[in-house]
């Protein structure tokens, strides 16, 4: 476990995912990848959503392009599994944790603030997913699921890192690094709130 805190810590996340979390996931994987399956397909229209809203913003369009395919491959990918497993894709559920983040977001402060919000939102989402896809890279008993999600933790340590890149390159880096620890203080409560389950990545 002192690996996971050092993941958590260059995650710059406040507290690290309940351990229990990879067993409680394990007991149903069709469940779990369901969930997953539309977190990308989420991240994927984040991603979008952010392109339409600031078309002017032209390094955020540029970077930001090549990721929703890459996103929307995800989820091709996680249908794939699960079709390799015999599983079904189930309904989507009512994501609490990032409801919780965006109602922290203040509102009515203009298009450019809540930009910024917006990019630390998807950076902290981004994060948290790298945190507990390593945890399912590291301790799942199906040796190629742990491959599996490998290359997902890779991926969304490299999202996380565009998304502050994009914060920093459209913001002052000391707004943006007191609002990022605003963030990661309020997400660390967040988790402590929630209830700790094997069927949602969050």
């Known amino acids: 476990m002192i690996e996971d805190a050092a993941t958590v810590q260059?995650?710059?996340?406040r507290l690290p995912t309940d351990p229990r979390w990879v067993n409680l996931a394990e007991m149903d994987l069709g469940e779990i990848l369901t969930d997953h399956a539309y977190c990308e397909q989420k991240a994927a229209?984040?991603?979008i959503s952010l392109i339409q809203g600031y078309p002017d913003r032209k390094e955020l369009v540029r970077e930001l392009a090549p990721i929703v395919t890459e996103e929307w491959g995800h989820f091709r990918a996680v249908l794939a599994e699960m079709d390799r497993r015999g599983l079904e894709l189930g309904r989507q559920r009512k994501d609490e944790y990032v409801n919780a983040l965006l109602d922290f977001a203040p509102k009515g402060r203009g298009r450019d603030a809540a930009l910024l919000e917006r990019l630390l939102i998807f950076a902290l989402i981004e994060a948290r997913s790298c945190e507990r896809f390593?945890?399912?890279s590291l301790y799942v008993s199906d040796a190629d699921l742990r491959k599996w999600y490998h290359k997902f933790m890779v991926a969304e340590?490299?999202?996380?890192?565009l998304f502050i890149e994009l914060a920093r390159k459209y913001f002052p880096r000391d707004q943006v690094d007191v609002r990022w620890k605003e963030y990661l203080a309020y997400e660390a409560e967040v988790l402590q709130k929630l209830e700790v389950r094997g069927d949602r990545m969050h």
């Open 45 to 47: 229209t984040s991603c």
């Open 134 to 136: 390593r945890l399912m």
């Open 10 to 13: 260059m995650l710059h996340l």
């Open 157 to 161: 340590a490299g999202h996380y890192v």
